[in-house]
């Protein structure tokens, strides 16, 4: 509904060493084993089973998998002992933004993938790296779609349309509040999953050189909130 709510839930990046011909080491059988490091320990079992297909088509190579807690800062970590892994699966988000600034990720700029992937995602990936950074430096692979719940009595009651664009969105939101009702709920009582909204409002909210300013430092993310009603 929304392009800017996909913004932080791309990117897949590979590590400059693997495209470079080097690797994480030779075994005596004279295979090449390369580590894939993955933020997310819940698709350990998805990436196994890429893993296992991957190896039969390439027998000459073993991926060893790494998907540890607190992934992020295990990562920076290993980013200030020079000691980054060959390839990355990670979410589109400022560590990525800090991993392209540092310069050790591969350009993607010239290889025929990024025809396969939509340019508007492209962009979203470049901005992450900030406007000094030139390059593209990762592969987006998948994207979350955010959606909003509405209550489809209320807008009966009040006579509503279903908005199908931001500005038809803004628009509904300040009917309800004419009416006298609370247009957005935002609760985190029982799931992390009450911030799916909040997500697709976030991202819309922020501005369009979010990225640009947070890796400059001169992020002011209240600032740019309008004061729309809401209920925590």
């Known amino acids: 509904m929304f392009k800017k709510a996909t913004l932080g839930f791309i990117g897949i990046a590979l590590g400059a060493s693997l495209l470079a011909g080097c690797s994480s ?70 560590t990525y933004g800090e991993l392209a600034e540092a310069g050790v990720l591969n350009d993607f700029s010239d290889s025929e993938l990024l025809k396969t992937v939509q340019p508007s995602y492209i962009d979203m990936v470049n901005r992450l790296a900030g406007p000094d950074t030139k390059g593209t430096f990762g592969l987006p692979y998948a994207t979350n779609a955010n959606a909003v719940i509405y209550n489809k009595a209320k807008f009966e009651e009040l006579g509503l349309e279903v908005p199908t664009t931001w500005d038809e969105f803004i628009a509904t939101l300040e009917k309800v509040k004419a009416a006298g009702e609370i247009p957005i709920y935002l609760t985190l009582k029982d799931a992390w999953t009450g911030m799916i909204s909040w997500n697709s409002l976030a991202a819309n909210i922020a501005g369009e050189d979010f990225a640009e300013n947070k890796n400059n430092g001169e992020l002011h993310l209240f600032k740019t909130i309008p004061k729309w009603p809401t209920k925590c």
């Open 25 to 94: 080491g030779e075994n005596e059988d004279g295979k090449v084993t390369l580590q894939l490091f993955s933020n997310k320990s819940e698709n350990i079992n998805t990436y196994k089973g890429f893993i296992e297909e991957f190896e039969k088509a390439n027998p000459e190579i073993n991926i060893k998998l790494d998907a540890p807690p607190e992934a992020e800062t295990v990562l920076k970590t290993l980013l200030t002992k020079n000691d980054m892994p060959d390839l990355m699966a990670i979410g589109g988000n400022s």
